[in-house]
């Protein structure tokens, strides 16, 4: 939660009012998670089993050819995998 100290002349700290999701848009819906999640999911790849890492938001963002260096490399990166099957 970000809480902000309030004005410099003293005012009450402020705290953001809660974001109802029902109401985001389709836009707002896609960023959730971006920056934070990656997803794994195992592809084939010239005949080749693979596992495809992508963003929150489906983009594509790197293959690996083990879950467990694909795991690695997401948290690294300061995300958190999640399987998709």
Do not use: C, W
């Not at 592809?43 to 594509?60: E, K, R, S, Y």
């Amino acid at each position: 939660m970000n809480i902000s100290n309030g004005d410099e002349m003293g005012g009450a700290p402020t705290v953001p009012a809660p974001m109802d999701i029902r109401h985001l848009s389709e836009a707002q819906l896609a960023s959730l998670g971006v920056a934070e999640i990656a997803y794994l999911k195992p592809v084939v790849v010239n005949g080749v089993p693979a596992f495809a890492i992508h963003a929150a938001d489906g983009t594509a963002m790197a293959l690996a050819g083990d879950a467990e260096v694909a795991m690695t490399a997401i948290r690294q990166h300061g995300m958190e995998p999640v399987r998709v099957h």
